[in-house]
């Protein structure tokens, strides 16, 4: 990575330089997970809303083709698990099993539907019970286009008088291009025709190489988009690696010879919060890796998924006597303070607003 490219991607993620200068971190950037998915439906208008009014940076997108080609906002294209569909008998010949990156589903498919059929549909709270304010909002909320939150996010910052910025991920990018629904193109496409998205942060996240590979020769050099690489579990190789046979996985990606090679395509690195700091055979935390370091060397941000707020989720540490599926706002907040205490330089949470509060709180 050139000086040049490295002090764009600092800027955009809001880390000031100063020619001579080390770095000067302000607090990292706090990222919405599929919109404020504590609390909201996730990848609803309803979420975006509620974690851009709880501080949110930036929101996330998870992008999948319908079959007319239109980019919408589901954390899989198998959507049996966040939409009604399974009460629409129209829709009940749909329902399939595929294989999407070597793992069999069955379900109702985007790539099945048109965008108008899936207007018709409403979203509802995936973890179910476990989150009980969202899924009081089961049946609210439409699915939503690309083209959609950009709009909304667009009038939201007018309105607020701040930037937003948006961190779509393209899901299945191998997989969509082998059923003949090549996603890339889509989408930069739609970047390029909506003011907001050609002027304003845009960090486009893959699990996969070659499409980030891709985007890097298609964009410009220095303008408001970055790449993110993100890190599955270190044996796992990239979708695109394995359906061409390759070697790579992640774990050696994420090796300094790993971090500079990636460092040619990306700009962010984006791993589990436990591959910053493990969990030891007690379900508390262990001694921190020097990933984060390692990738600072590279000319990488760094900024891990996901803090969620339920104990459940929560390192052993933070946990507290309130059950398994309870919300535990003070543990979350003190779970994300130790990794923010690494120096990341933004970072996924479920709960915007707790996120907010884990900065404010140093």
């Not at 607090?27 to 009014?53: D, N, Q």
């Not at 907001?196 to 980030?212: K, W």
């Not at 543990?331 to 690494?342: C, D, F, P, Q, W």
Request: hydrophobic share 45%.
């Amino acid at each position: 990575m050139t000086r040049r490219a490295a002090i764009g991607s600092a800027v955009a993620l809001g880390v000031a330089s100063t020619a001579g200068a080390a770095p000067v971190r302000p607090k990292p950037l706090v990222f919405a997970h599929r919109g404020a998915s504590a609390l909201r439906p996730e990848h609803t208008l309803g979420a975006y809303a509620k974690a851009i009014a709880d501080g949110a940076d930036f929101i996330e997108p998870d992008l999948v083709p319908t079959r007319d080609g239109v980019l919408v906002a589901r954390h899989e294209n198998n959507i049996a698990e966040t939409t009604d569909i399974a009460d629409h008998p129209a829709f009940a010949a749909r329902r399939t099993t595929k294989t999407i990156d070597g793992e069999a589903q069955t379900g109702w498919f985007t790539e099945d539907f048109t965008f108008a059929e899936l207007k018709t549909l409403r979203a509802k709270e995936r973890l179910g019970a476990i989150r009980p304010e969202s899924r009081g909002y089961d049946g609210a909320f439409q699915i939503v286009s690309f083209e959609e939150i950009a709009d909304f996010t667009a009038a939201e910052a007018a309105a607020r008088g701040r930037t937003i910025g948006l961190v779509p991920e393209l899901k299945h990018s191998t997989y969509f291009a082998g059923v003949g629904l090549p996603v890339e193109d889509r989408f930069l496409a739609l970047l390029a025709a909506h003011a907001y998205t050609r002027r304003h942060p845009v960090q486009v996240q893959s699990f996969e190489v070659a499409n980030l590979r891709y985007l890097r020769g298609k964009l410009p050099q220095g303008g408001n988009v970055r790449l993110v690489q993100l890190i599955g579990d270190p044996a796992q190789h990239p979708a695109d690696v394995a359906k061409n046979g390759g070697t790579l996985d992640y774990r050696t990606m994420t090796t300094p010879a790993g971090l500079r090679e990636m460092a040619r395509y990306a700009d962010v690195i984006a791993p589990n919060t436990r591959a910053l700091i493990p969990l030891g055979a007690d379900g508390r935390l262990a001694a921190a890796t020097t990933l984060v370091a390692d990738a600072h060397a590279a000319g990488l941000q760094v900024c891990p998924w996901t803090f969620r707020p339920e104990n459940r989720f929560l390192a052993a540490d933070f946990r507290n006597d309130a059950g398994e599926s309870a919300r535990n706002p003070a543990g979350s907040v003190a779970e994300m303070r130790r990794y923010i205490a690494l120096g990341v330089d933004a970072f996924f949470t479920d709960d915007p607003s707790l996120g907010r509060l884990a900065l404010d709180a140093g």
